[in-house]
């Protein structure tokens, strides 16, 4: 699937200690962009449409809570074995972003050594 053509904003690999979760389950975040960010996770079930997400570190307290977010991308990853969880990949696009939350998920974004990739 080339859907990548379509994004407005580039996306950046999400930090090693980033995580995403809603009020009751927790996300591995993939990577962001200014626009929306993507998650894995493992559930029986998909997400809703809509969803309010948090974005946080493991081992700070930088936080980022209540994103409200709106379904673009989904697939399932079908378990290799019948009994098992399946594995959700899902993008999400950040509803009206304003300009502080697009500097904060700035936060999230992979860095080597320190440095900040560009943009």
């Known amino acids: 699937m080339h859907w990548a053509?379509?994004?407005r904003h580039p996306r950046f690999k999400a930090?090693?200690?980033a995580l995403a979760a809603s009020r009751e389950d927790p996300y591995t975040l993939m990577d962001l962009s200014a626009g929306g960010f993507g998650i894995r996770f493992?559930?029986?079930?998909?997400?809703?449409?809509e969803i309010s997400?948090?974005?946080?570190?493991?081992?700070?307290?930088f936080t980022l809570t209540d994103v409200r977010c709106r379904k673009v991308f989904e697939k399932i990853l079908d378990p290799e074995e019948p009994d098992?969880?399946?594995k959700w990949h899902v993008g999400l696009q950040i509803i009206d972003?304003?300009?502080?939350?697009?500097?904060?998920?700035r936060q999230?974004?992979?860095?080597q050594n320190g440095l900040d990739e560009k943009n």
């Open 84 to 86: 098992r969880v399946p």
């Open 42 to 49: 493992y559930g029986d079930h998909p997400l809703p449409d």
């Open 15 to 17: 930090a090693d200690n």
């Open 108 to 111: 999230f974004r992979w860095t």
């Open 97 to 105: 972003p304003t300009p502080d939350v697009v500097e904060k998920l």
């Open 5 to 7: 053509k379509k994004r």
């Open 53 to 61: 997400i948090d974005l946080f570190f493991l081992d700070r307290e």
